[in-house]
């Protein structure tokens, strides 16, 4: 199956910093998400991009499908941006059901 | 509208046990979706209904789990004989319609299952 990585595993801003998730997939796909898990555990979905870019206020985000990659920004981060965030993409031809990967760690110091 | 709710929040049983963990999806979504998450994991697909019938239920680990839904709105997941690498946080999903490659998934709090 498709194989999703996330870089970093981890990551640790001050208040203010900016910073850039990545997401590579192996594999083309149909559909990419990216997912924010909160501290207590809820997933909110971000965006739906399977290519092109998308702002969100201080959110965006680029997926570049023909090198099978996607990006998350984030400025002028803040504390309640703490969490995981996850890509989830659906692969061309197969089924409905999205593959995640492993997220990256978001802690955000005031 | 309410979003999607599970219940228990919490689940804590011995090893062995039956457990059922329930999921109302958000009202109209006719797809819905079981997921299982350990610690420092993405979640990880267990099975997907499409209105009343498991449309995909590939992720399911073993015969021990078994999931429902009658009456193509509330789901169980079903686990029987219980083991204690059954223990994570289990998440349900719903979609309005699963066969769009666009439909977002909207996700609930989750069950936290322990299992002594």
């Known amino acids: 199956g498709i194989q999703v990585e996330q870089s970093p595993p981890d990551l640790i801003l001050q208040e203010g910093a900016n910073s850039t998730l990545r997401c590579n997939f192996s594999?083309?796909?149909?559909?990419l998400q990216w997912f924010h898990q909160n501290p207590w555990g809820q997933l909110i979905n971000l965006f739906y991009?399977?290519?092109g870019t998308k702002q969100n206020g201080r959110l965006s985000a680029t997926t570049v499908a023909t090198e099978r990659y996607s990006l998350l920004y984030i400025s002028s981060s803040q504390t309640t941006d703490s969490g995981v965030y996850f890509c989830?993409?659906?692969?061309?031809?197969?089924?409905?059901?999205?593959?995640f990967g492993r997220g990256t760690s978001l802690i955000v110091h005031p | 509208g309410a979003g999607v709710s599970q219940t228990p929040s919490n689940k804590v049983t011995e090893k062995g046990k039956y457990v059922e963990l329930r999921c109302d999806p958000i009202?109209?979504?006719?797809?819905l979706y079981w997921y299982r998450q350990s610690l420092g994991q993405g979640p990880e697909f267990l099975i997907y209904?499409?209105?009343?019938?498991?449309?995909?239920d590939s992720g399911l680990p073993n015969d021990r789990f078994f999931a429902v839904r009658p009456e193509g709105s509330v789901s169980t997941l079903k686990i029987q004989r219980t083991e204690r690498g059954d223990s994570a946080v289990y998440l349900c999903?719903?979609?309005?319609?699963?066969?769009?490659?666009?439909?977002?998934?909207?996700f609930g709090p989750g069950t936290r299952l322990t299992v002594l």
């Open positions: 999903a719903s979609s309005w319609t699963g066969t769009s490659m666009a439909d977002t998934q909207y």
């Open positions: 594999d083309s796909v149909n559909n």
């Open positions: 991009i399977p290519s």
């Open positions: 989830a993409v659906l692969t061309r031809g197969g089924s409905y059901i999205p593959t």
């Open positions: 009202s109209g979504h006719t797809a």
């Open positions: 209904f499409q209105g009343t019938g498991a449309a995909d």
